[in-house]
């Protein structure tokens, strides 16, 4: 504990060393909540349960409520920062050659030990001294002028040489050097040239708005994470930030039709693929159950190879199927000699997922429904023969009830596990195939969870909002078949 | 043998029936079989890429299997070696603390015992990636500070890991010791055990069978877990077996068939061997802490 305590001191003075307040919180409530726990006589349950909860809270609970929190904000590639970021990030990169496209003289060198540049516009002949924090105008005589007239020496001035120049290039080209009157910066173009150039926007603190220098049009906060044209809204400035935006990610779900689409279209295969896959394993292990229920020559060798892929880690087998439906090597192709390729069709790739899911999953259901058809009492399959049943029809009307039953439960949390069953579309096809022709976002065996994570994790275009705004769909959905299940056991448990 | 009439037709029908039970029965088995065989017999082909035309072996040989360990880029001793750390680790560490919540939630009495219980129902159906986008987005802030425990760290990856198996673990566990009579605690009670005691002396050891499964099936679990592995874990040195494979098989499947079929066959053994000799707790487990709720 002791060993504990001091570990935790140690986390909390580098967190509060890198000044992350939310971390800083969390050890120090654990710190507390652990010390009070362990060190009082009070609450012997709360000594029991004290850890489990604490991972349960911090790593799910925290999740969970941030996946909420963020489901109400336009959190997505190029709204990913703050907004005060955003303003300095546009007011940097928004830099554009300036009106009159004035170019500058330059030599450029060190003075105490700063990048350094003399500057001279040519038509003007006014010369300036100028480095990364700013440049100052020259009188003429303060310098040493070419024969042109151009500042080419200064007490303490030393130029590069084209070596130093060489080396010192990554600097160079990214010096900004302020002018005077705020007109823009001056950039090193080549060795003896800078270019002006002014910014695009200004930024008014004040009125929370931004302004095109050059044509004076105005961009207002859409209050969505972007500065919006203040004539048309449509016209939004990047970066922007992350935004409260409300319910909108809900709302793009169903009302934008790019998005949709896509999301309606992957809600049914969801659901279809899961209600499909269940019954198929379910119909295949109860048969199989049934079959090897009965006395049979080679049982236990039956028994032993179907419980096989049950034994082999998923994700190999998935991996492994994938390999088989491969077009030029796969092995179903070589045994039948042909050259199909499997997952480019919307359907057949539909029916490798339901066939693979079948051969990982048909032993459980063997192995569930051959516990059920045990925990069958042998006296009500008795009592029936005596009252003149066949076995069929003790099968048909006594036992196969019973079990359905008994497995409900578990053919629902079943379906809930193949709904999110990320692994196998995942590994397998990838959600593919992909109409990107058509400029789809969702493939047509992409189910909620892996549509979820291309959401959130496809490299260009992130959009984490989204993502979020579709898992609390999946929790809602999933949470209430868990609830209607239990609610549903409570009561046959009651009776 | 002096079988009646209606015996003997009865025994036509049986064997009637059984020819379609055999039949479907075989059409199973053919399918079970079908992948072990392709993969068992590429991993031993040494033309590389995965057999075509025939399904008759040719040529035998171990190559396959020491390109596993002879290459750099492919350190799958290492990944194998972090596959069984975490996979360890997580099945350990989450036995202990779920045991002790489960626990107090089976033999304790204490408020909020009632809604804990419920809430813990909640919590076990929510598989934690479905919150992977916060997750991710919350280690990369812990990492700032915490490198060892942030994004690219195993240990953050266990803690994700443990959190997230918590609530099926105490809730499969709770219904276990339910069923540990109630009079061996009170016996030792009478006798002067703390309730530490009684846990540490009585419970544990009463319960280290069904520990032991769910220990099993949580390292089964993170065996088996691909996505936040393969979110977290970047550098290869890092892979578990199942993220390194994957990458294996992604980029140009032609050549490193064989080799995958080695590995894969590699990492499965260990697992396979451990189910099939403890599957008859396994699958009581199952469908025991389903059904029992």
Known sequence: MALLDAIMVTMFVAAYNKKSGPIEAVIAILFALLNYVYFSKRSIPLKFLTPGLVLMVLFILVPVIYTVSMSFFNYQTGNLGSKDGAVTAILQTGLTPDAKNTQYDMAIGTRNGKITVLLTDPNTKQSFIGTASGATPLAIGQFKAAANGDAIGYPGFVPYTADQFGNLSDQISALQIPMPNHIGFAEPQTESSASLFTQQYSYDKQRDTLTNVQNGAIYLDNHNGNFALATDKTKVIYPGWRAYNGFANYLHLFDDATIRGPFISVFIWTVGFSFVTVLMMFAAGLLLAVILDRKIALKRFYRSVLILPYAIPSLMSILVWKGMFQTQFGAINGLFGTHIDFLDSAWMARGVVLIVNLWLGFPYFYLISAGALQAVPAELSEAASIDGARPYQILRQIKLPLVLQILSPLLIASFAFNFNNFNLIYLLTGGGPTNVLAGKSSGATDILITYTYKTAFNGTSSNFGLASAISMMIFFIIGGLSLWSIRRANVLENN | ?293
Do not use: C
């Open chain 2, 1 to 293: 043998m002096s079988a009646t009439k209606s015996e003997s037709t009865k025994r036509l029908k049986i064997s009637k029936g059984s020819i379609f039970s055999h039949a479907f029965i075989w059409v199973f088995i053919l399918f079970t079989l079908f992948p072990i065989y392709v993969v068992i017999e590429s991993s031993f082909n040494n033309g590389g890429a995965l057999s075509t035309n025939s399904f008759v072996p040719s040529g035998w040989s171990w190559v396959n299997y020491k390109a596993l360990f002879h290459d750099a880029a492919v350190p799958f001793g290492r990944w194998m070696f972090n596959s069984f750390v975490l996979a360890s680790a997580n099945a350990v560490i989450s036995v202990f603390i779920g045991g002790a919540a489960a626990f107090a939630f089976s033999r304790m009495k204490f408020r909020g015992r009632k809604i804990g219980l419920q809430a813990l129902l909640l919590v076990q159906v929510f598989p934690s990636f479905l919150a992977i986008a916060a997750i991710y987005v919350m280690m990369g802030s812990v990492y700032t500070v915490f490198p060892k425990i942030g994004i690219g760290s195993m240990g953050g990856l266990l803690l994700i890991y443990l959190g997230g198996s918590m609530g099926v673990n105490i809730w499969l566990l709770r219904g276990y010791i339910n069923t540990i009579p109630m009079e061996l605690d009170e016996a030792a009670r009478i006798d002067g055990a703390s309730t530490v005691q009684v846990y540490w002396l009585i419970f544990f050891p009463l319960a280290a069978p069904v520990l032991a499964v769910t220990a099993l099936l949580a390292f089964i679990g993170t065996f088996n877990e691909f996505i936040l592995a393969s979110l977290f874990l970047t550098n290869v040195d890092q892979r578990t077996v199942a993220v390194g494979l994957e990458s294996f098989i992604g980029a140009a499947l032609g050549q490193n068939w064989g080799p995958f079929a080695a590995g894969s066959i590699l990492a499965s053994i260990p697992l396979v061997i451990i189910f099939l000799s403890l599957q008859r707790f396994i699958i009581g487990g199952l469908t025991q802490g389903a059904t029992k709720g």
